[in-house]
């Protein structure tokens, strides 16, 4: 079941490259990002989550961006493998106020890898 | 499998009929939502519970839908009268409340098809 659509922004790279998806955020108040990857017919699925304290964070084979000031985040991911081939999305809590994660996904970006 | 599972995985319905997704969350985790997902877009939030307690609800939640979680465990979205524009994909989440950096963690999703 195909549960993301074919009109997304697509970065298409070379296997072994270096992918950067980048997304703007609208909340200013926004103090916790994440970055989801979601493949055909299955949830999001967790990458990695900056607080809005930082401005870079780093996991194994991807790093989170966060310039707070023109309220952008960036995905950067090393070395990319055809299994990282999915859309990415990056959401931002919208619960401050109301003590729980109220995630507001932004506009994903389908990562297409070629061997 | 100790993940987030939802069935069925799809359903497909005429309009006017009504339907029942379930969700069963991680064991341990207290927080449960439930996001839509159109096509090409992200996931949208619809509800919240803690524990049993439902305790926000997004105005896309008309009073067609209703979600319960009688026992703080599993979770049942129901929406009554289905109209073609319901057709989408429902994710459940769930999270551990006070961890830090709170996660959520989805399910893959009940992709309903309203004819």
């Known amino acids: 079941g195909e549960s993301v659509g074919l009109h997304l922004p697509t970065l298409s790279v070379q296997e072994g490259d270096n992918s950067i998806i980048n997304c703007a955020y609208s909340?200013?108040?926004?103090?916790?990002f994440i970055w989801y990857k979601q493949e055909s017919g299955k949830g999001p699925q967790f990458i990695i989550d900056?607080?809005?304290?930082?401005d870079k964070r780093q996991g194994q084979r991807v790093t989170v961006l966060l310039n707070k000031t023109v309220k952008h985040l960036s995905l950067q991911i090393a070395a990319t493998q055809p299994g990282d081939s999915a859309v990415y999305f990056c959401?931002?809590?919208?619960?401050?106020?109301?003590?729980?994660?109220?995630?507001?996904f932004g506009t994903g970006t389908r990562l297409l890898v070629s061997p | 499998d100790t993940g987030v599972s939802q069935d069925p995985r799809h359903k497909i319905t005429k309009r006017g009929q009504n339907v029942t997704f379930r969700c069963d969350p991680i064991?341990?985790?207290?927080?449960l939502y439930w996001y839509r997902q159109t096509l090409g877009q992200g996931p949208e939030f619809l509800t919240y519970?803690?524990?049993?307690?439902?305790?926000?609800k997004s105005r896309l939640l008309s009073d067609r839908f209703s979600a319960e979680r009688p026992k703080g465990s599993f979770s049942t979205l129901e929406i009554q009268r289905t109209e073609q524009g319901d057709s989408a994909m429902y994710l459940c989440?769930?999270?551990?409340?006070?961890?830090?950096?709170?996660?959520?963690?989805f399910g893959s999703g009940t992709q309903l098809s309203v004819l």
């Open positions: 989440a769930s999270s551990l409340s006070g961890a830090t950096n709170e996660k959520l963690f």
């Open positions: 909340n200013s108040a926004s103090d916790y």
């Open positions: 900056i607080r809005s304290n930082m």
């Open positions: 959401a931002e809590n919208n619960g401050r106020d109301t003590g729980f994660q109220k995630l507001v």
């Open positions: 064991s341990e985790h207290n927080r």
């Open positions: 519970f803690q524990n049993e307690a439902q305790l926000e």
